[in-house]
């Protein structure tokens, strides 16, 4: 018609070269290729406080990455946070007193969820919920309690020396 | 004082009544899809035209910013020892911003500016009246193929961007600067997220290749018969684009990414 075959060629090429750019941000440069939400199962845990806990942070147990957080919720009856997350199904032994705890990576880095295994014969099952649960450390917090203290550390230190 | 206001009635009215033709003819050309369908040969000679003339620009565009936001990334950020970050905002940036952005500026200005000048032309020489006279509609015929030629083209010509200029900051980042390989992309996969980031990205250079291409085919049909008007017509492509471009990209980042 009114092209030639080069022309059909280079135009198919690209295409392709244009579907294939896509492909490899989809899967090189985004996190698609970690989507693993289809399989696994649920477990629950409460928290005081999550900090910068958001979906799709990682769950670990010794630094290992064995689920992410599929849900946060609040609980406006407690005032707690609710944390769901989706645990691959291969990691199905964890003990059912085990500690869900929020850490920090580096000290800037991003939140994720640590557990600690504990000592029981069961196993958490589907739907389950951690029966202990450590919050994040806020830093705002945490200074101004080692402020307190300090002041009040001076507070007795004149007091002694007055005496 | 009435003669301004009389001018400034007929600009507003002019303006008006031309967004009305646009928008007319783009149903036009939109109801001229069957005919594409028809026949696949129309799209696939302006997909040549548009797409394939312009992939060579894109590309090496695409490789040196690249490797410029490579470069300015890592003075930036080795300040506060984050050059391990250096792929996030490589990658953020191209993906969300540039690739769509840069890749419709420049293909409004390669394969934009071409299209109004070819339409153009064809309308001062009379070859869209001598086809309506063989009742030929140049509307179906002319028009609608590079039309979507451009629609097609602009997303696959920004996703060679973003791809090109991640891998040429990827080139100056860990290949001439030495930031750890693992490091550049396992932080860029952590922070970027496919529906977010990369849909949206899509979904803009989508927007933008609409608004281009209709901007351009609709300048050359609408232009005045003459070389001057055909000359107005591109550069009026070219201006229109890159504000349509710009002001929609900011629309567009404020729906997408802002809090609202």
Redesign the interface.
């Known amino acids: 018609?009114?092209?030639s075959r080069t022309?059909?060629t280079?135009?198919g090429?690209?295409?392709f070269?244009?579907?294939?750019?896509?492909f490899?941000?989809?899967l090189?440069?985004?996190?698609?290729?970690?989507?693993d939400n289809t399989e696994g199962y649920r477990l629950t845990a409460r928290f005081e406080n999550i900090g910068g806990l958001k979906v799709r942070s990682p769950v670990t147990v010794s630094g290992v990455r064995i689920g992410r957080v599929s849900a946060i919720d609040f609980d406006s009856k407690y005032y707690q946070a609710v944390v769901e997350m989706k645990i691959k199904p291969q990691y199905d032994k964890l003990p059912a007193d085990t500690t869900a705890g929020i850490y920090t990576s580096g000290l800037l880095g991003?939140q994720y969820i640590g557990l600690e295994p504990g000592g029981a014969e069961e196993f958490l099952q589907d739907g389950d919920q951690f029966e202990f649960s450590q919050s994040a450390l806020v830093l705002e917090e945490i200074i101004g309690q080692f402020l307190f203290s300090k002041a009040d550390e001076l507070k007795k230190s004149e007091e002694d020396s007055a005496e | 004082m009435t003669g301004i206001l009389q001018r400034l009635g007929e600009a507003v009215l002019g303006a008006f009544e031309k967004l009305g033709r646009g928008v007319y003819f783009l149903a036009l050309i939109v109801g001229g899809v069957l005919e594409v369908v028809k026949r696949p040969g129309l799209l696939i000679a302006q997909m040549y035209s548009v797409g394939v003339l312009t992939l060579m620009l894109i590309a090496i565009s695409g490789l040196f910013v690249g490797m410029v936001l490579g470069l300015q990334g890592y003075t930036i950020l080795s300040d506060f020892g984050a050059e391990q970050t250096l792929g996030v905002m490589v990658a953020a940036s191209l993906v969300r911003e540039l690739g769509p952005v840069v890749s419709a500026l420049l293909f409004a200005g390669r394969a934009g500016s071409a299209l109004t000048a070819e339409i153009g032309l064809m309308k001062a020489t009379e070859q869209l009246s001598g086809m309506e006279m063989m009742a030929v509609d140049p509307l179906k015929r002319i028009a609608a193929p590079r039309f979507f030629a451009g629609f097609f083209s602009m997303p696959l010509l920004a996703a060679v961007f973003s791809t090109v200029g991640v891998l040429g900051g990827h080139g100056v980042g860990v290949g001439m600067l030495g930031v750890d390989d693992g490091a550049f992309w396992s932080q860029m996969q952590a922070s970027l997220d496919f529906q977010d980031d990369i849909l949206n990205g899509v979904i803009k250079s989508v927007v933008f290749g609409f608004v281009v291409t209709w901007i351009a085919v609709f300048e050359g049909y609408d232009c005045v018969a003459t070389s001057e008007g055909v000359s107005r017509a591109t550069t009026r492509t070219v201006v229109h684009s890159a504000f349509a471009v710009l002001a929609l990209d900011f629309s567009l980042t404020a729906l997408m990414f802002g809090d609202f």
């Not at chain 1, 070269?17 to 896509?22: F, P, R, W």
């Not at chain 1, 090189?28 to 989507?35: E, G």
């Open positions: 018609m009114h092209y022309v059909a280079l135009v090429f690209f295409v070269l244009g579907i294939a750019g896509l490899f941000l989809a090189q440069v985004s996190n698609l290729s970690s989507f991003e």
